[in-house]
């Protein structure tokens, strides 16, 4: 079984609509992360957390929000998706060496 | 705020010959310099990286440069192969200081055979 799973693996959604992406690891990692990744700019950092109390932005946070129900879930949220927002969405983890980061499969976000 | 410049974008080798992609980076206090491989349809893996105590390590046949004075760091891979196809990021951050990743844009590597 695959160590950082994300679901949905696709989904195509519109305008204005709600959309959670979830996460999930059985690495045991405290800390986790969500990316984006869009063709010629490589992986932004959307926000992190480094346990299950802590919650913080990253490079692009606006119009994303996360929740981290647990040590082992942390989900992304677009409260009102817009098209700018259609790209590749990558979840890691990562151990308290703070160095090695584990990434998920991804999920392919299409905002129409 | 802190950023990595990686080049080429795209990079196309007949197979057997060597491969060169070279980042730089801006925050002087970056100490762990790691790069991924991501395969179509999957997410980032780590396949080498290197901290700034050494200037060079070498796995079977990729290896990574470092030069902490230039502020640059290479992936070389030797005797490519077709299954070396993929696009390749390198990274920059400090680590156990708080600091968290930071990518380059990306590198497609095509190896013909």
């Known amino acids: 079984d695959a160590d950082v799973t994300q679901t949905p693996r696709n989904r195509i959604t519109k305008t204005g609509k709600r959309i959670m992406l979830e996460c999930s690891q059985t690495?045991?990692?405290?800390?986790m992360y969500w990316y984006r990744q869009d063709p010629g700019l490589g992986l932004r950092l959307i926000y992190y957390?480094?346990?299950?109390?802590?919650?913080n932005k990253g490079e692009i946070s606006d119009g994303y929000s996360v929740s981290r129900q647990a040590q082992a879930k942390f989900s992304l949220s677009l409260e009102s998706a817009i098209p700018n927002q259609t790209a590749l969405y990558f979840c890691?983890?990562?151990?308290?060496?703070?160095?090695?980061?584990?990434f998920g499969p991804g999920t392919r976000l299409t905002v129409l | 705020g802190e950023n990595v410049e990686q080049h080429p974008s795209t990079l196309s080798v007949q197979e057997g010959d060597s491969a060169v992609i070279k980042c730089t980076y801006s925050?002087?206090?970056?100490?762990?310099f790691p790069w991924y491989k991501q395969e179509l349809g999957k997410g980032p893996q780590l396949i080498i990286d290197?901290?700034?105590?050494?200037g060079e390590k070498k796995d079977q046949r990729i290896a990574v440069t470092l030069n902490k004075t230039a502020k640059h760091f290479s992936l070389h891979i030797t005797e490519t192969q077709p299954e070396d196809s993929a696009v390749y990021f390198c990274?920059?951050?400090?680590?156990?200081?708080?600091?968290?990743?930071?990518f380059g844009q990306g590198t497609e590597l095509s190896v013909k055979p």
């Open positions: 990274a920059a951050s400090r680590v156990n200081q708080g600091g968290k990743l930071i």
């Open positions: 290197i901290r700034s105590n050494v």
């Open positions: 890691a983890t990562e151990g308290q060496s703070a160095d090695t980061q584990y």
């Open positions: 925050d002087s206090a970056s100490n762990y």
């Open positions: 690495k045991g990692h405290d800390r």
């Open positions: 957390s480094f346990d299950v109390k802590d919650i």
